[in-house]
């Protein structure tokens, strides 16, 4: 750590998706930071510490790294360290962690965190443990109150249910922005067009979602939405490597995509994905689809 890059304020823990709860964090640490005149730094780990200790059982990520690397600095985060989680940093102590990665390497002067936050070895850096290192230490610490939605508390679990559940209104809520899934457009295996249904190959870049389905979607083209209709998940009729796949058929769209990243908001779950026999079952599955998309969006304007 350079000299220069020491001091801040901070706050620790996953952030995945960037909620709200996660947002009134960040702006109490905004306000912390101006006061003191220091710089906001938010610690993540990668990989996340449940992905480390389970790597089969653990939640699909809302947001990808780049996708969280963008939103924390949209919400004011002048600096993130992201440290990797691995052997050596698993086994340190919650006082380890706190001397040699927060005050000898970030110079903390104020530690922002939620109320029910727990890290280290076994988890044993509760609030007030980290209230007795600052004193040690010299930082202050701050647990900044829940943020609740109908009565519950929000959280990035909280987010993963309303998608699962198609409930993107409640995702929006929680997030306080619409869910969307950004990436680049691929090249495909071009089995759309013999499907009647030229897609948008869009680049996930990881092997696990926390969707799956046929949804009504938009995309933003040139700033504006354009309505129409996705599948996202293995692609089960279509010999693969199992990994996840965003296919996005805009309705009558004919420019050319490829290249360029697109932004898909989902909107309403038609169905699930589904194992067809053939190429045709599943193009007539996907005519049925368009046709459905085309009645919601009939005279439906999007905003
Ligand atoms: C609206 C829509 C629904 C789809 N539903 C399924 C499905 O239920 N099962 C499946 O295996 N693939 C489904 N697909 C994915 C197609 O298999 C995939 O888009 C097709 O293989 C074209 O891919 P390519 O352009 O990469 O060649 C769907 C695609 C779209 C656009
Ligand atoms: N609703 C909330 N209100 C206030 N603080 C929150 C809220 N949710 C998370 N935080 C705080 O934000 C920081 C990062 O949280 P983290 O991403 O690790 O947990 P989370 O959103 O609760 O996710 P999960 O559901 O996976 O436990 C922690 O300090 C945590 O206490």
């Not at 006061?35 to 809302?62: K, S, W």
């Not at 040699?100 to 922002?112: D, N």
């Not at 058929?249 to 026999?277: C, N, P, T, W």
Request: hydrophobic share 45%; proline share 4%.
């Amino acid at each position: 750590m350079r000299p220069q890059h020491r001091g801040c304020v901070a706050t620790i823990g996953n952030f995945d998706g960037v909620h709200r709860g996660h947002q009134a964090i960040l702006a109490r640490l905004r306000e912390r930071g101006a006061e003191l005149g220091l710089p906001t730094c938010v610690v993540i780990f990668e990989p996340q510490p449940r992905e480390f200790f389970a790597p089969q059982t653990a939640p699909a990520r809302i947001t990808r790294l780049r996708d969280k690397l963008a939103l924390l600095a949209a919400e004011g985060v002048d600096r993130v360290l992201c440290l990797s989680f691995n052997r050596r940093l698993r086994e340190l102590s919650a006082s380890q962690f706190v001397h040699e990665v927060m005050v000898e390497g970030l110079g903390v002067k104020h530690l922002e965190v939620g109320d029910d936050f727990r890290f280290g070895c076994d988890r044993a850096g509760d609030f007030a443990f980290l209230e007795q290192a600052g004193v040690r230490e010299g930082f202050s610490v701050e647990a900044a109150s829940t943020v609740q939605l109908d009565g519950a508390r929000v959280s990035s679990t909280r987010v993963r249910e309303a998608l699962a559940e198609a409930d993107f209104a409640l995702a929006e809520r929680l997030l306080g922005r619409p869910f969307r899934i950004v990436g680049r457009v691929l090249h495909g295996q071009k089995l759309g067009r013999q499907l009647n249904a030229p897609t948008a190959n869009v680049q996930l870049k990881r092997k696990r979602v926390p969707l799956t389905g046929v949804y009504l979607v938009s995309a933003e083209i040139d700033g504006q939405p354009w309505p129409g209709v996705a599948n996202i998940g293995v692609r089960p009729s279509v010999a693969g490597d199992g990994s996840a796949h965003l296919e996005v058929h805009l309705l009558d769209f004919a420019g050319d995509l490829y290249g360029r990243r697109l932004m898909v908001a989902f909107h309403h779950k038609l169905r699930d994905e589904q194992r067809f026999a053939s190429l045709e079952a599943l193009k007539t599955a996907i005519a049925a689809d368009i046709a459905a998309a085309r009645a919601h969006w009939q005279g439906q304007p999007l905003t």
